[in-house]
């Protein structure tokens, strides 16, 4: 089951509980407007928010922060149960879209496969995406 953790107006933490009540699951997300997107990109990367469709066509979205699934109950529905959740999470505050970063390593992007599962489609690629932002860090 798919419960709140916790929850802010325009943010939440869903986690997902296996039949003994033991968190096998949880994500993060808020909705944003549009507007104000460019402020969750990552240093260097804010215009980019300016080429995504998903910015040109709705006023609110939802942004999945995070998904993490216990590494025993991959492949069981968990991460998709917990994406669609929250999707409906954001769609009760307005939200008309849905939008998630995600990373590649040599083994592929981890949250690919239960993003797409729910809608999700990739809209760009974009190399070293992080890398102003993990300097700045340093």
Do not use: N
Not at 75 to 87: N, P
Not at 101 to 109: E, I, L, N, P, T
Request: with cysteine.
């Amino acid at each position: 089951s798919v419960t709140s953790a916790t929850q802010a107006a325009d943010a939440t933490c869903l986690v997902a509980l296996d039949a003994g009540d033991r968190i096998v699951g949880a994500i993060t997300a808020s909705v944003l407007l549009a507007q104000d997107a460019r402020q969750s990109f990552p240093l260097g990367q804010e215009a980019l928010a300016d080429s995504l469709r998903v910015f040109r066509h709705h006023a609110k979205i939802l942004l999945i922060r995070s998904v993490a699934v216990d590494p025993h109950c991959r492949g069981r529905g968990v991460g998709t149960d917990l994406v669609t959740a929250v999707m409906g999470w954001g769609r009760q505050l307005g939200a008309t879209a849905a939008m998630s970063f995600g990373w590649s390593s040599d083994q592929g992007c981890h949250s690919e496969g239960v993003m797409e599962t729910s809608g999700l489609v990739r809209d760009a690629e974009v190399a070293d995406f992080w890398a102003a932002d993990s300097e700045a860090q340093d």
